[in-house]
């Protein structure tokens, strides 16, 4: 027996990566799978280039408006049909067995765990050298109640468990809807809700690979990141207030604050009070750098 599985793919302009991205699915040896493909309104020929595909497997969807992340991904999911769902952005890609060992742990495990996540490896786009995969090894990958691992892990900016690896079982997501509000968040909203009631298990295994480029949400717009995390920080605060990586995640987000008005020279005097209730030594000394040199220099030396 082969389960259908679900691959949610949300698209704004990603003309670039679709093929990359799709043909990768079209490699994988687990052949029951079914592409929902969401049109955030993309003005490019994203549309053109995934009807162009003859996969009674691949189905078109265009939203009717231009959305946050987190509404695209909740409606793609509605119209998924299969006993397990995964995402997949349009400018990453998997490696070709991905599906067929996750279901296949999955199914030995039986109704123990709700999801399964693997390792992945990095292609940066960006560099003007020859590109590079880089391997991301941490240095534990838990499975079962793993709540404070993904917290833990995303307090030091290097999240264990993410959307682009993971395969998820569809029982047990009914009741978990995700956050409409939230655009670059919304993945780690998903996953620290889903660790906290279910068990999710690691797959030892490099299943994925995730693009950086010019234009990826997570490494744009700073400035958007810190007032989406204050979004995640406000629903929070009773649920998490005694959790310690909460804090430090909370800790986190101001410094990042402090650093963008320094960066652009704006609330000195607010980053200046706030100066001694930064912990570490490295951040003051950071901060400063970032206060006083100048915008020019500053983007040479990628400090932020």
């Excluded at 750098?289 to 915008?295: A, N, S, V």
Aim: proline content about 1%; hydrophobic content about 35%.
């Amino acid at each position: 027996m082969y389960p259908l599985v679900s691959i949610l793919m949300s698209c704004y302009n990603g003309e670039k990566f679709i093929n990359s991205s799709v043909n990768s699915l079209l490699r994988q040896t687990y052949k029951n799978w079914e592409l929902i493909f969401w049109d955030n309104c993309s003005t490019d020929m994203s549309s053109e280039i995934i009807k162009s595909y003859n996969d009674k497997r691949i189905k078109y969807f265009k939203s009717k408006s231009h959305t946050e992340i987190g509404i695209a991904k909740s409606n793609a999911l509605k119209l998924a049909k299969g006993t397990y769902f995964s995402f997949l952005d349009v400018d990453d890609f998997w490696l070709k067995k991905k599906i067929e060992k996750q279901v296949d742990i999955l199914k030995k495990k039986g109704n123990n765990y709700s999801a399964v996540y693997t390792k992945y490896l990095i292609l940066d786009d960006k560099l003007n050298k020859k590109r590079k995969l880089s391997k991301i090894n941490l240095k534990e990958y838990p499975s079962g109640y793993i709540f404070d691992y993904v917290l833990k892990s995303y307090s030091i900016g290097k999240p264990i468990v993410n959307n682009l690896t993971t395969l998820f079982k569809k029982s047990d997501f009914l009741n978990l809807n995700i956050d409409r509000n939230l655009h670059i968040l919304a993945d780690f909203d998903l996953i620290e809700r889903l660790s906290e009631k279910k068990k999710i298990l690691f797959l030892n295994y490099y299943s994925s690979i995730y693009r950086i480029h010019d234009n990826n949400e997570t490494y744009n717009s700073k400035q958007k990141q810190i007032q989406e995390m204050d979004i995640w920080i406000n629903k929070n605060k009773v649920r998490l207030k005694n959790n310690k990586y909460y804090q430090i995640i909370v800790d986190n987000n101001q410094y990042e604050r402090l650093k963008l008005y320094s960066y652009e020279k704006k609330n000195i005097l607010k980053v200046l009070k706030s100066f001694k209730l930064i912990k570490t030594f490295e951040k003051k000394l950071k901060l400063l750098i970032i206060l006083f040199l100048p915008k020019f220099l500053l983007k040479n030396l990628k400090i932020l």
